[in-house]
Structures are given as C-alpha cells and as structure tokens.
C-alpha cells in the first residue's frame, strides 16, 4: 500500500520552475531516501510535501488522502530540520508538548506520549532542560523526539545528520535505522551524503535539477547507475570513467581505451545494443579492479602507478593508463611505489558502460 | 641529551638548569603590561578630553540649579554653589507660570507621559506583527509593501504636517491627546518595521517551519515562538520610541492645544516667558527634569540596548 503519493508535482518560483512533473510513490513503512547535490530540489520536495511550499500544479496524497491544500499540522507528518529547530526559550519537555497542546489533546495523553518518546530516544534525563544546554546530538534526538509524539504515520527528515561530527553521525544514523525498524513508519529522509542513503534507505531517490534520476534500491543505484551523474554521484571514492570507443569484431564488443588498450565485453548485460564505432564512456569502480603485477587470466590492461594513498584499510592506487588516469582501491598489505608498471584486471559484472553523447547507462 | 630531559621534566627542575639550554632560555609565562605606553596615554588622554566636553554642560546646569539668583548674578557659572537649594527645583515643577497658568512643568509631565505610554505600546504592538508577518509570511505583494514603508521612512516629514492637521479635523482628532498618539504611532512604524522585520528574519527559518508542523498558527508562532525570543529587540524599540516621542516638539505643539502641550513644549514656555526676570535656576532645573525620562531609560537598559542593536546573531 502506498503511503505518500506525489502526482505530476510542479513548483515554480516566479518563471524559475525548480520541481517539474514530478511523480513518486513511496510504500508503507518504506525508509526513502531523496539524494542529490545541494540544489538539485530534495529538500524542496520535502517541504511540498510537508505543505511548507504551496505547489504550483499536481497534487500529494498522504496514507490514501489527498492533502494537496491541506495544512502542515493535518497532513500526519512530523518533521525533523537540520538546524533541530527547538524552541529556545523552552524546556526539552515543552519542546516536546508545543504541538500537543496546539492540538488541544488531554494533560494525561500529552504526559504518557512525552514519557514513551522519551524512554524511546533515551532522552529522559534531559527533560528540564533548554535546548542550549543540550549538545547537538542531544538536541537531534529531542528534535526526532518532537516528530515521535505527534504519533503520525510519516515522518520527514531534512538532512537531520549534517550539523554533527562524523562520530556522531555515524552513531545517530545507526539509532535512526533501528528506529526505523522499530517503528516501522514511512520515512523520506533528505541527504546529500551518499553513505547515509546507502547505509538507510529501502530505496532512493537521485535527484539532479529537480528530477528524479533513478529511483532504485541502494545497491541496484550502486552498481547499475542509469547515467554518467548517478554514477559519479554514488560511490566514494568515485567511479572511473574512461573514454573509449566500441569495436565489434566477429560479433564480439570490445571498448577500445586507447592504442593497445582493448577491453573485451564479453558478459556485459547489453552487448547486443552496441554498435560499431559508437563512442562510449566505460565506468569502472576502484573497488572493482585488481591490481597485480604479473598477467593474469581474464580482461587485464598494462599500466604504471602514478601514487598511492593509504587509508588505512585498505589504499587508493592512481594509475595512467595511456592518457587517462584511474584509481584502484587495494589491500593495504600490497605497497606500489610510483611509477611500477602493474596489470589490472576489470570485474565486467561490475562495469557500465554509458553513452557518451546521452550520458545514460548501454 | 641533558636538554632532552630538561623537556620532559616538570617545570620546576627546568628553572634550575635554565641557564644552559637554548629552549629554557629567555622570557617565559604571562607578557608583563606596561601602564604608562603611549598608546594609553593618547587613547585614555582622548577618552578624557571627550567625556569632560561632554559632561560639562551637564555640570554648569546641575550646579546652577542649585545656586540662589544673588549668587548666579556673581557669575561664577564653573563655580559650585555656596549655599545649596532645591527651591528651584520645586518651583520649577510646581510653580513656574506659563502665560496665566501656574503649574510649573507637572502638568506638561502628566501630558506626556498620557502621550508616551499609548504611542509606545501602539506602535511597538503594530511594528512588531508588522515586521514578523513581512519576515515570515511572505503574502502577495509583501516586498511592494514593505518598499513602500521604508520610502515613508525617507520622506521629510515636516511635508507631512500639513495633511495631517487637515486629516486630523475632519475626523475629529484634531487637538486631541488620541490625535497625537495616532501620528506618533504612525511616524514611528517604518523604522520599526524595519527593525522588526530584520530582527525576526534573523531567527532561523526551520523554527518557523518546525512551529507550523506542530500545528501553530500566525498568532501562535508570534506569540509563543517569536516574543518570548525577541525581548533585546523589544527593548530596542522602546528605547528609541520612548526617548523620540519624550523629545518631540514638534508634534506636541502642532496637533495638540495648550491644556494638553506636553513637557517639551511647556519647558520651552517657561524658559522662553519674556517677562520678569530670567530666572536660571529653575530654566536649568526644569531642563534636567524634561531630560529626566530618556535619560533613566538609557541608564535602565543600556546594556539590553547594545545586546539588542547587536542581536543579528541570536541562534535557535
């Protein structure tokens, strides 16, 4: 069953239109994500359809109602803000009881749905105070804790972690997918860090200049990215892309990446689209390469270490290959020193190959 | 190999041996300040010069409304009065006649401050919804209103006096304390506005956003949300209403008669009465009692003034 419904969603600021037609359906209980680059209109959409914006055209359904004209306060949503927005001059309790006591619901409710919030984010020592005494992410969870007693069936996140440390982030991201779990709300949740949509989400939402680019499960977007900007955008380090052109030779697709340098399709998914001469972008993930220094069986080129960087884990390797640079995710155990001649070997499951006119996925 | 321990241990055993190693050498700990710099000497030196240029009229009036006529007619006015009396002060508050009424300046106080406490609480209550509708509910045609407004702020209002008393007539408040409240209150809300609108603009945009979803209305957000964190911005503007309407003249004498003339305008009677003797005791007495007002306003709130005018940067 569908839980938030956006029908052909239009915006436009004067003649500027930042959202156009735009569709999406999220599911009961569904963690959705919406990812894009600052601008790109994630945040944007949330608001439209938390009823923050007034849209220009289309319509949004929460839990099968349409609630295109309603107010925020009747959509049954809770929001959860990037800045966490508590009221300063109020305690972490009266945070919490602002929008029940709007509500005009009786003491007792109020009390008992403070007290289960509370137990729930573990939060409770922190009631009696202001925010200001609070540290951010104390402050996140009284503000996810805001969204909690208003017992509704979809809660909104507008880039909730970004104002923390990556320590905190990290820990907050983990509570937030239990909760998730445990709750099993509807939840769209805007971000621009990949690893929180990827880590979170049942599905996201890449979006570029106010579109929806893929919507698809994290490692489907991973792996089979349906343009040149969902690929660069999803992945970190970044996805190599190596220009190239198509040879077909006895019926059998090759990319040729410069003079000797042929990579063979074989086992690529869509071979048979590809045509003679047409000129390509091949997309291959660090991680997805092997680097050896002697010949080994399977799609393997010849190229020479320009540095490396050690991460601890594992190292990024950045080679030349003919004139174009790559990198190569290894095993930290294996030092390569600049300018080493080495072999890698491409894992063809993993590669894409995109148009490199259109910029979408062969 | 000395230095390396020299490092390691605690300081005090770094003292002994300061003399050998480079590193233990030369001054250490706080920078000692020296009183007498002259940087000091020209800044205070300044500071001096200004503040008693500034505070010596103020004295000449304090210590001339203390002294008798016989001892003002020595003119001696750096003086300090030999025999002190606060016969001025009482006259000039009670018994200073201006044309045949012998009141002294109270009355013209009871006048003001009839005027002063609607015009503030008017004017503040509108600037205040005024400047938080234009911040944070941008209704069709806000910037044309709010351009609008700060061009009234620009116009000379002395071109507006006229109208005024013609607009005031035909509705009947010409003359009138009300009148005057009405002009004061208007006179006063483009720059209010101003300071207002600026002032809720600053308060992050997720709290207004966070206060819809919870439920709240315009009159909700404004006076649960944004009030309780607006009080430096309050003080602000009743700083500047209080000592712009305690100071007006012009206004005072224009639309008001001469029952209901308030304090300026009585002062100005009685230091102005051409007949008798020019009594300065009670002129400078008098004086300091009309300044009296704005005066313990900024002593009250100074420092809720500065935090307010500095209040870009409140935090949510």
């Known amino acids: 069953m569908t839980s938030v419904s956006v029908r052909d969603l239009t915006l436009r600021f004067g003649s500027l239109e930042v959202l156009s037609s735009l569709n999406l359906d999220i599911n009961e209980g569904e963690f959705l994500v919406l990812l894009g680059p600052s601008g790109c209109g994630k945040s944007t959409l949330l608001n439209c359809v938390a009823g923050l914006l007034d849209i220009s055209e289309g319509q949004v359904f929460i839990s099968g109602k349409n609630v295109t004209w309603e107010e925020p306060k009747d959509r049954g949503i809770g929001m959860v803000f990037q800045s966490y927005a508590l009221y300063p001059q109020m305690t972490v309790e009266k945070n919490l009881a602002f929008g029940l006591q709007i509500a005009k619901l009786p003491k007792d409710e109020i009390a008992a749905r403070i007290k289960r919030a509370a137990e729930i984010l573990q939060i409770e020592p922190l009631l009696k105070r202001k925010p200001a005494q609070l540290s951010g992410g104390q402050r996140q969870r009284v503000a996810i804790g805001r969204a909690l007693v208003r017992d509704v069936d979809v809660f909104l996140f507008d880039e909730p972690l970004s104002n923390l440390d990556a320590k905190l982030r990290a820990e907050l991201r983990v509570e937030l997918k239990r909760l998730h779990q445990n709750l099993t709300n509807t939840m769209i949740y805007v971000t621009h860090d990949q690893i929180e949509a990827l880590t979170l989400a049942d599905r996201i939402a890449v979006m570029k200049g106010g579109i929806i680019q893929q919507l698809d499960a994290p490692l489907t977007i991973y792996n089979k990215p349906v343009n040149l900007f969902v690929a660069g955008f999803i992945g970190s380090p970044s996805m190599n892309f190596l220009k190239g052109q198509i040879e077909i030779q006895d019926g059998a697709p090759s990319v040729r990446l410069g003079e000797n340098l042929m990579v063979p399709l074989a086992g690529y998914d869509a071979q048979g689209t590809l045509s003679d001469g047409q000129k390509v972008i091949f997309g291959v993930r660090p991680e997805h390469l092997t680097l050896t220094r002697d010949q080994t069986s399977g799609p393997s080129l010849p190229a020479v270490v320009e540095l490396e960087e050690p991460m601890g884990a594992d190292s990024l390797v950045w080679l030349r290959l003919g004139d174009q640079s790559m990198s190569v995710r290894t095993d930290s155990s294996s030092r390569f020193s600049p300018g080493e001649e080495v072999v890698i070997t491409f894992d063809l499951d993993h590669a894409s190959v995109f148009d490199a006119d259109t910029e979408e996925r062969i | 190999m000395a230095k390396v321990v020299n490092l390691n241990t605690n300081s005090l055993s770094a003292q002994s041996d300061a003399g050998d ?131 009234g702020a620009f116009i000379p209002y002395q071109v507006m006096i006229y109208p005024l008393v013609i607009m005031l007539r035909e509705i009947g408040l010409y003359g009138s304390l009300t009148g005057l409240v009405l002009v004061h209150s208007v006179f006063g809300m483009p720059i209010l506005t101003l300071l207002f609108r600026n002032y809720f603009a600053s308060v992050p945009e997720e709290l207004f956003k966070a206060a819809r979803v919870d439920g709240a209305g315009f009159w909700a957000i404004y006076f649960r949300i944004m009030l309780p964190m607006s009080l430096p911005i309050f003080v602000v503007a009743i700083i500047l209403q209080v000592t712009g309407i305690w100071n007006d003249f012009l206004f005072g004498v224009i639309y008001t008669k001469p029952d209901l003339y308030p304090m300026t305008v009585q002062l100005n009677n009685i230091v102005n009465s051409s007949q008798g003797v020019k009594e300065y005791n009670v002129n400078m007495a008098a004086t300091i009692l009309t300044g009296l007002v704005p005066l313990c306003v900024y002593f009250v709130s100074g420092k809720l003034f500065v935090r307010g005018i500095a209040a870009g940067a409140v935090k949510g």
Do not use: D, Q
């Open chain 2, 21 to 151: 190693g480079s590193v233990a050498e030369g001054p250490r700990g706080e920078k000692p300040k020296r009183v007498l710099t002259r940087r000091n000497i020209i800044l205070y030196g300044t500071l001096i010069v200004v503040a008693l240029y500034y505070l010596l009229p103020l004295y000449v009036m304090v210590v001339t409304s203390l002294k008798g006529m016989p001892e003002i007619r020595l003119g001696n006015i750096f003086s300090p009065p030999v025999e002190v009396t606060f016969a001025p002060w009482v006259k000039a508050w009670s018994e200073a006649c201006t044309g045949l009424n012998c009141e002294g300046l109270s009355r013209g106080f009871w006048n003001s401050v009839r005027i002063l406490v609607p015009s503030v609480v008017l004017s503040i209550a509108i600037a205040s919804v005024n400047g938080y509708a234009l911040a944070n509910w941008r209704f069709k045609g806000a910037e044309l209103f709010f351009t609008i407004l700060i061009v």
